[in-house]
């Protein structure tokens, strides 16, 4: 389950050449916030720190000061944006009509008194409906419980739908805990449906795994992405650390690390 906007175009724009592009520049106020508030603060100081130890204790200081680099480094946008871009290249586009929207979840907001849809999902969502206003296909929503004694996610989603876009979900799927089962659970309701070519609904950075998880079920997917962010051309603000830079990056991480595992634990998909 678990960024000019692409909503459920045609294929061809979906696996459209990625292009460069210029970042909205940062005021002398909001440089100065990003490099002298925590966390990226702090990770100047051990970079210091590390700097200044490496005159007694050489392996030590030079491990903190290159560990440090490397963290600021994950933080720039042009790092960040390089690492997504490197997840969202080479979408297929399969043949066939689909039949049917499948909409993956992401993550929950908890509030004081209640639980609901997150951004990610939010965003997923909007490109679904969007989709099923100018196509009319079903809807099926897929994700299980993320907390002890959450609702599953899929059900908030489907009262969202309802509720803020007034769009009906046709399926529920309750029990998906990750990607996988996503795929398993959604491709064994669909078929009692005779289903058999869906558009998927995710992320770009999440769907090369998502796809991969679907092809493994036998049901084809046709790539729905919310957006394609721009990459970034390495002019002087992508070189600049900022927080919100280095929770890209982790993504992009995990998200490798997630295709890696599922190749090792389920097998190559056929053709790749």
């Not at 990625?18 to 909001?30: E, N, V």
């Not at 907001?109 to 490109?127: I, N, S, Y």
């Not at 992508?238 to 389920?266: F, H, K, M, N, T």
Request: proline share 8%.
């Amino acid at each position: 389950m678990r960024m000019e906007n692409v909503i459920g175009k045609a294929r061809p724009e979906h696996t459209a050449p990625r292009k460069t592009g210029s970042a909205p520049p940062m005021s002398p106020q909001a440089i100065a916030t990003t490099l002298l508030l925590p966390p990226l603060l702090l990770v100047l100081i051990a970079l210091l720190g590390g700097l200044l130890a490496a005159r007694r204790r050489p392996v030590v200081g030079i491990g903190i000061a290159v560990s440090c680099l490397l963290l600021l480094l994950l933080a720039t946008p042009f790092v960040a944006g390089h690492l997504r871009a490197s997840l969202e290249d080479g979408l297929p586009s399969p043949a066939g009509a689909p039949q049917a929207i499948v909409v993956l979840s992401g993550e929950v907001a908890r509030a004081t008194d209640r639980v609901e849809v997150g951004p990610l999902t939010l965003e997923r969502m909007r490109t679904a409906a969007a989709l099923h206003r100018r196509t009319g296909l079903p809807l099926l929503v897929t994700g299980g419980a993320l907390g002890r004694g959450d609702p599953p996610i899929a059900a908030l989603m489907a009262r969202s739908f309802a509720e803020d876009f007034g769009v009906p979900v046709r399926w529920i799927e309750p029990g998906a805990l990750d990607t996988r089962d996503n795929a398993e659970l959604s491709a064994a309701l669909l078929r009692r449906e005779g289903i058999g070519t869906v558009h998927l609904v995710t992320h770009a950075w999440h769907m090369h795994r998502a796809l991969d998880a679907f092809a493994r079920t036998g049901l084809t997917a046709v790539p729905a992405v919310v957006r394609f962010d721009r990459v970034p051309d390495g002019q002087a603000t992508d070189w600049i650390p900022r927080p919100d830079q280095l929770y890209v990056s982790w993504l992009a991480l995990r998200e490798w690390a997630g295709i890696l595992v599922y190749r090792l634990r389920d097998g190559a998909v056929a053709g790749k």
